[in-house]
């Protein structure tokens, strides 16, 4: 065969345990549709399974007799940036996993579950129709809420503003000041900026613990009242999570506040990550796959070719 392999089959990571990634055929019909990251639904026993597409591949080490054709792609699902599908990839070889096992538990449930023979629609769509009124500012908080007024920076805050707003590309920036001294206040501000240069951008807040969230959301809706924020933790409703993760991989949702698994949501428009507390322990996760959601955040702002603030009183000492 002279030429590029034509690719004839679908590599599926699908959420099972060992995280294997299994290969399908597809018609010819679907090969203008399918590409990696497309979330596709497959056979999977006597039942069905919704998985993503991890690669296509032109061959199979797999007997062609056990090879099973994929259903189709999944409707309404979103198109994953492809500097999401590069991070799950560095963050797969760097830990020595696969790639479904690092993509799928990012992902919430409610999108990787097979629908019923009642439900309506998929799991994609459903989630959106919870509407923007499922990320928005906390307490009833709406667009039309007047923003808190900026408090006045201090000189050292000014100047930790100032060489921020230089920055041009990946760089990656050490906060440091002690607790109180209005580190939070600096990444609004820059935040604010970045948010005016494109109408499409979105920033990444990381903190290291859930109780940190609710305080942080206060103070960026306060601040933002006109941007959709999305928050993403392990102690949301499934519903809530699910829809929150969807507005901000479509980039409804211009900020988007989380622990450290959040560092694998997909952003199509990431202008500038944050990462507070840097030095907490709590960035490390220590089950399943094992990983440091500070290094790849720092990774992330790399292979997307924007600015990432690292915060703390006490920097860690590879930070320093």
């Known amino acids: 065969m002279t030429g590029k392999s034509v690719a004839r089959y679908a590599r599926v990571a699908l959420d099972i345990p060992g995280g294997e990634d299994f290969d399908y055929s597809f018609d010819e019909a679907l090969r203008a549709v399918l590409e990696p990251g497309a979330w596709v639904l497959v056979p999977w026993g006597r039942g069905r399974r919704i998985g993503l597409i991890a690669e296509l591949v032109h061959d199979t080490p797999v007997a062609l007799e056990r090879i099973r054709p994929l259903i189709g792609p999944v409707e309404g699902a979103p198109r994953l940036p492809a500097s999401w599908l590069t991070l799950v990839r560095f963050a797969a070889s760097y830990y020595h996993r696969s790639f479904g ?5 990012a992902v919430p449930k409610l999108l990787r579950a097979v629908p019923g023979a009642r439900a309506r629609g998929s799991p994609f769509e459903r989630a959106r129709q919870r509407g923007p009124s499922a990320v928005s500012a906390p307490d009833g908080g709406s667009a039309a809420a007047e923003p808190d007024r900026a408090p006045e920076l201090t000189d050292p805050q000014h100047a930790a503003l100032q060489a921020l707003q230089q920055a041009d590309g990946f760089r990656v920036f050490l906060l440091h000041g002690v ?29 290291p613990e859930i109780a940190l969230t609710p305080q942080l959301l206060s103070q960026v809706a306060a601040r933002f009242p006109s941007h959709p924020v999305a928050v993403l933790h392990s102690e949301l409703p499934d519903g ?81």
């Open 101 to 105: 096992e690092v993509a799928l538990p």
């Open 179 to 207: 607790t109180g001294s209005g580190k939070t206040e600096v990444y609004l501000n820059w935040i604010a900026r970045l948010l005016l240069r494109a109408p499409d951008a979105q920033a990444l807040l990381l903190v």
């Open 240 to 320: 809530e999570r699910a829809s929150h993760w969807l507005a901000a991989a479509e980039g409804r949702a211009r900020l988007v506040i989380g622990t450290r698994l959040a560092v694998f949501t997909p952003l199509p428009g990431l202008a500038g990550v944050v990462v507070d507390e840097e030095h907490d322990p709590s960035y490390k996760q220590q089950e399943g796959v094992r990983y440091s959601a500070r290094d790849l955040a720092v990774a992330l702002a790399a292979q997307c070719r924007v600015p990432v603030v690292l915060g703390s009183a006490t920097p860690s000492l590879e930070t320093w």
